[in-house]
């Protein structure tokens, strides 16, 4: 693969590049979304992506923030019955339900029509990312979350200086505990390694000016009141010192956004989302690096090189990226055909792939990559492959009558756009044959079911 | 309906939202099997314990150093009281140590020799990222070789190399372990078996597998499978592997619980005390798993720390009671080791939230197995070079030459290759 940013050419795009690009940049298209980004090119592809459309979808992203209704009552069942001991076990409930209604809410965008708007948003919710189980807030994760969106393609130092005073982060890193007397490091720490600089960028002594400098930030808590509005931050906001504390925050990061190393970190993080966990091109960061901060640090200058790229689309990275599990869950629901994200089959993938929506579980985010899967999340995967194959049934428009279809017209063109449906990365001959041998024998809608399920159960879906 | 789809139907009843806010573990265990009437077991070969302490634990409040006033100077309001302090008796070494008021445990095994305290354990140029310093302690390779946190992970682990080199021929099962998948137990034939499930959700995935497996199609794929095992080391590869040693993996623990004959009991119900209440039945049932590791997160303790170190190491104390008691009941005590570490200690001086920094060395402890109970290296001194320019403890041993006594003293194998020569081992057993 070279390193620098070649274009790919008007001729050498391919419907296959249609789908790999939307099943990167957002959460995967349906075959109609393939064919008209196919049709419409990759430039307006795109242009369209980098404003938070999905190619070949009518409708437009929702750009305001989710708003779930919290359910009021506490499920009880039986079983809740053998985990005593937990003395405030109503507290950790309405909590477990909170978060729940919060990811299934955000699920539902993601495979809506603003998928790469989503996509974006939880890449900053990987990299700037804050913690449900510590802010304990369902309004002021809502909060984070919209800032996100409100910022998606554009400016990261600006989304940087922001996503700090904002109450969720400033739970999160302890900001407000920070105290002229022995500050708290915490804070300081990850606004240079996880934020802006990396890891080994940036002299001890920053962390402990920085740590120094923002001090005496007061953030009054309140239960969570719907609408959001009415979260109060007078606490913090009317604080006669806050708009110091801001506007010498601002500048501190204005300094550290002038040092040469930043951006590349961004960079990084970005290719390793987007593109390949492999070790990325020192060179081509740095070229991409140079772009961002030229550009005023607007993100999607960046990754309209990336999009647009040659290497983008390169053998090494094309099906190489082992599915994060919500894109997992999110495209299984594309793929089967069923259009409202599903509560059960979500709750199991939230609670057992490694990846739950609002609640990372360090301040680096998801580590992805091959450590998504081992033993346990791989079982745990064919469990959600299993509970997606019965959320097909029930669906009126599912894959299964689809194929089922077009398998009892001509079992060889039919297993063809099934393999494509379903496989993230090309099959091997032995598994072509056994696939072709079993397409024969379908006799059934419930027989592609079966299929289905063993397609979903291989290595190769794992991928995307 | 077929049955595959009764099945499809039953799982997902069982993962229904309102019924699986908590899943009742299905492996009971017996608690009040009285440890006086186990049988003597006779074990195959020495088992290491791990027991991580995620998050970066506080060691200056682990093992107390109560005889320095400068601890006290530092810590005006999270010091633990010298009143407070369990104090180490009867070497000289020891004096002016002690542990955290709620490892009374501790003091006992030190009593019996069976517990080692190495103080003062870190690296050169330490780190102070929880990711890269976790990743250079799971790696254990030479410093040399060390770059970024990336470049790290991309190597093998210590205990990978391990069964590489000597668990050659054997399965996945030689490393067992809690939570993801350690960079410590990855080698170039191995990672290790994840525990994490077996008992809030046994072999779920193994029912639909075995209905799977009866279409001969199915079989078929999955022989296939394993025919193009580690073919060409690309990402599809990875996941192959690990599909093809998760069948065999699980279908022998699932062979070998089904004829379990010893049961685990008396374990705290704590997250850890499961841990390693499972991985005691798993022990004294003659599994071939040779590491384990187990998992306890919460150290960052930037604020508040007192109230939530001290719950943190009353759950290590408790569970490694049981644990203990376990083994020796049951004739193991000199063929299971446990040993304890976390990524770096803490900064000497709290911070302004009753809590303390991300600081460099810390102390370990490895109980049992045979180990020469004592203390190792001198107490912390506090002051002078002993301390980090930013405010950590200066290390004077090295990590790597604690995992190297353990290979070599312990397990009793060569460490050419998995340890660098650079790092002596120290003399633990």
């Known amino acids: 693969m070279s390193t620098d940013m070649e274009r790919l050419t008007k001729k050498e795009w391919t419907r296959q590049h249609a789908a790999h690009l939307l099943k990167r940049a957002s959460f995967s298209g349906s075959r109609q979304e393939i064919e008209e980004c196919f049709h419409i090119g990759l430039k307006a592809s795109v242009n369209l992506i980098l404003n938070g459309r999905q190619p070949g979808s009518s409708s437009a992203p929702v750009r305001k923030r989710i708003e779930p209704q919290f359910l009021e009552k506490i499920p009880t069942s039986p079983n809740e019955q053998s985990d005593s001991g937990r003395k405030n076990d109503t507290f950790f409930k309405r909590h477990q339900q909170k978060l729940f209604t919060l990811q299934l809410h955000w699920l539902q965008r993601m495979l809506d029509g603003g998928g790469p708007l989503e996509k974006m948003v939880l890449f900053w919710h990987g990299m700037l990312t804050s913690s449900y189980t510590k802010v304990q807030s369902a309004g002021f994760m809502v909060r984070q979350n919209q800032l996100f969106r409100e910022f998606a393609f554009g400016d990261y130092r600006e989304l940087v200086k922001r996503v700090l005073l904002d109450p969720a982060m400033v739970v999160y890193l302890d900001i407000d505990k920070n105290k002229r007397i022995n500050p708290n490091e915490n804070f300081a720490r990850e606004l240079l390694e996880m934020f802006t600089l990396g890891e080994g960028n940036y002299p001890s002594k920053l962390i402990k000016k920085i740590a120094r400098d923002i001090v005496g930030l007061k953030l009054r808590r309140r239960e969570d009141k719907l609408p959001y509005e009415e979260i109060d931050l007078k606490g913090m906001e009317a604080n006669s010192g806050f708009a110091d504390q801001k506007k010498r925050l601002s500048k501190l990061i204005d300094s550290i956004f002038d040092m040469p190393v930043c951006g590349e970190l961004l960079v990084r993080r970005l290719w390793k989302f987007y593109v390949s966990e492999d070790i990325v091109d020192e060179d081509r960061v740095k070229l991409l690096a140079h772009k961002l901060r030229k550009s005023e640090w607007k993100v999607a200058d960046v990754l309209e090189d990336i999009f647009q790229s040659k290497a983008f689309y390169d053998r090494s990275v094309m099906g190489q990226q082992i599915k994060s599990p919500v894109q997992f869950l999110v495209q299984a629901h594309k793929e089967t055909g069923a259009p409202i994200i599903h509560p059960q089959a979500s709750y199991y993938a939230m609670q057992n792939l490694g990846q739950s929506l609002f609640n990372p579980p360090n301040v680096s985010g998801w580590s992805a990559g091959m450590t998504w899967i081992n033993g346990t999340t791989l079982s745990a995967r064919y469990e959600l492959s299993s509970i997606m194959n019965s959320v097909m049934r029930a669906q009126d428009a599912s894959a299964s009558k689809h194929f089922y279809s077009l398998l009892s017209k001509n079992s060889d063109s039919g297993l063809d756009e099934l393999i494509k449906n379903f496989n993230g990365t090309s099959l091997s001959t032995e598994k072509t044959d056994l696939f072709t041998a079993m397409a024969k024998r379908v006799k059934s809608e419930e027989h592609v079911e079966i299929f289905i399920l063993y397609m979903m159960c291989t290595p190769e879906y794992q991928m995307c | ?429």
Not at chain 2, 52 to 79: C, F, K
Not at chain 2, 98 to 104: A, I, Q, S
Not at chain 2, 248 to 268: C, I, W
Not at chain 2, 292 to 308: C, P
């Open chain 2, 1 to 429: 309906m077929n049955r595959k789809n009764e099945i499809a139907r039953r799982e997902f009843m069982k993962t229904g939202m309102l019924a699986s806010f908590s899943l009742p573990s299905l492996l009971s265990f017996s608690a009040n099997a009285a440890p006086a009437l186990l049988p003597r077991i006779s074990a195959k070969h020495k088992t290491l314990v791990i027991i991580q302490l995620d998050g970066g634990n506080d060691g200056l409040n682990t093992v107390v150093p109560w005889g320095n006033s400068r601890y006290y100077r530092a810590r005006r309001n999270i010091a633990i009281k010298e009143t407070d302090v369990l104090k180490f008796t009867g070497v000289k070494a020891a004096e002016g140590l002690g542990v955290h008021t709620e490892m009374d445990y501790f003091t006992e095994l030190f009593q019996e020799g069976s517990l080692a305290v190495i103080n003062n354990v870190g690296y050169e140029q330490p780190n102070r990222s929880h990711f890269k310093s976790g990743a250079i302690w799971e790696s254990g390779l030479d410093d040399a070789v060390l770059g970024s946190e990336d470049e790290i992970r991309n190597h093998t682990g210590w205990l990978g190399r391990y069964f590489d080199k000597h668990c050659a021929g054997e399965s996945n099962l030689v490393g067992a372990y809690y939570g993801s998948s350690p960079l410590a137990m990855r080698g170039n034939a191995f990672s290790g078996t994840s525990i994490s499930d077996l008992q809030s959700q046994p072999f779920g995935f193994m029912k639909l597998g075995e209905e799977m497996s009866m279409h001969p199609a199915f079989r078929k794929m999955q022989e296939a499978e394993k025919s193009q095992k580690g073919v060409s080391g690309n990402k599809v590869d990875f996941v192959r592997n690990v599909a093809a040693e998760t069948q065999t993996s699980t279908d022998q623990m699932r062979k070998f619980l089904a004829e379990v004959k010893e049961r685990g009991g008396g374990f705290p119900s704590t997250g850890l005390g499961k841990q390693l209440g499972m991985i005691s039945e798993l022990i004294m049932n003659g599994g071939d798993t040779r590491v384990y590791l187990a998992k306890i997160g919460g150290f960052d303790t930037h604020s508040n720390q007192a109230a939530k170190h001290a719950k943190l190491w009353k759950e290590i104390t408790d569970a490694l009671r049981a644990f203990m008691g376990r083994m020796k009941a049951s004739g193991l005590a000199n063929d299971v080791a446990v040993m304890t570490y976390s990524e770096f200690g803490r900064q000497l001086n709290e911070n302004g939230t009753k809590g303390t920094d991300h600081g460099a060395a810390a102390p370990m402890f490895v109980i049992g197995g045979g180990v020469k109970g004592g203390i190792f290296g001198k107490p912390p001194a506090l002051k002078g070079d002993k301390i980090t320019n930013y405010g950590g403890l200066s290390y004077e041993i090295d990590f790597r030459s604690v995992y190297k006594s353990i290979l070599e003293q312990y397990l009793k194998v060569e460490t050419t290759g998995i340890i660098s020569e650079k790092y002596p081992a120290l003399k633990l057993f």
